[in-house]
């Protein structure tokens, strides 16, 4: 005797909305209906065990590019891996990337500013086209923290912000403070006074940006961070870190954020509290 299908995928009861997409086991119709969905994630790497659990939106603003999020690459991987042990699936949602300090004096800044927004419609693209059940968004150049965020309120979802770690100080022999991106403006106008030459120039060029992670200094990146952890829809402590250590390699501590933000979204998914329960105007 051929065993129910309602049996044989028993939900789980995180998956408050993503049966949509996968299939209702309750619903022989529906659960028909969503056959082609369920072979073309099967071809994606879905077992039958896959389609009973919760789908979470990892919203990974990465690029090569730029310092502020090129380990996203490595923090997604590892999110993905802490929500598989939860016993849910992820689903990864890059997006594009702009920075201010490499585009800003040609052209390119045009698209800074526009591309927060069209961050946010990829996040949301990506959350509704495959009804997850929630969403969890990772950020660090000045325009994907906010970018990372707003779909969260924008569609009410169940979600947590986790930013990707400040850049380290920079060392310069000769200079007595950490350097940092303002201290590249900085040269470039003692440069334009005659204060320095070039070759002083290209020593701060090359010193001030160690590694990865968002400009160090209470810049625009490193302000929103702690703007999301004020707000709650960050945990504390999570926008103070660095993104990587003196070999730029991800810190420990970073990799424990990552998990620690997975088992916070779970709680969340677990007593149903969304971003706007969050994001209140008393939080404001």
Known sequence: MVEPVSKRFRLSKLKTRSQ????????????VKRTGARAHLR?????????KKPIVTVACPYSNALPCNNKFRL????????IEKRGGKAFLCETPVVSDGQTMGFSGMRYSLISRDWIADC???MHEAYA?????????CDKTVPGVVMPLARLNAIGLFLYGGTILPGHCEGYDKGLDGGS??????????????IEELHRVERCALPGSGSCGGMFTANTMSSVMAALGIALPETASAPAVDRENKVTSIKEEHCKLVVEALFNLMETKITARDILTRKAV
Not at 43 to 51: C, I, T, Y
Not at 132 to 140: F, I, N, Q, R
């Open 20 to 31: 949509i997409l996968t299939g209702d086991p309750d619903e022989v119709s529906h659960w």
């Open 43 to 51: 071809a994606a790497g879905f077992e039958d065990e896959d389609f």
């Open 75 to 82: 923090l997604g991987d590892l999110i993905v891996q802490e």
């Open 123 to 125: 996040v949301e693209i």
């Open 132 to 140: 997850a059940d929630a969403v969890l968004s990772l950020g660090a």
């Open 184 to 197: 590249i403006k900085e040269a470039i106008g003692k440069f334009g006074r005659g204060m320095i030459d």
